[in-house]
């Protein structure tokens, strides 16, 4: 029983990070641009790595440019 909590509370944390830090939801067609990327101020990337969703698998990068924009690119693995 402990474990299965673990294991949930680890996959809520996972979800909840590459939807807040990306911005990308579930929906019909697979992950969507919902709301615009974000970091915390103190970081200069992330790179949330082979995400899995309806047999596509991508790297995703998030990185700001020159102005403090934050950037998604996707890259298809």
């Known amino acids: ?5 673990v294991m949930t509370a680890s996959a809520t944390l996972l ?3 590459i939807h807040g830090f ?5 929906q ?3 992950l969507i641009r919902a709301y615009p990327p974000m970091l915390p101020a103190a970081w200069t990337a992330s790179t949330p790595r082979h995400i899995r969703f309806h047999g596509q698998e991508d790297d995703i990068e998030l990185h700001p ?3 403090g924009k934050v950037n998604l690119t996707r890259h298809a693995l």
Do not use: E
Request: charged share 30%; no cysteine.
């Open 1 to 5: 029983m402990k474990a299965r909590r």
């Open 15 to 17: 979800r909840n990070s």
């Open 22 to 26: 990306t911005g990308l939801r579930i």
């Open 28 to 30: 019909q067609p697979g």
């Open 65 to 67: 440019d020159a102005q």
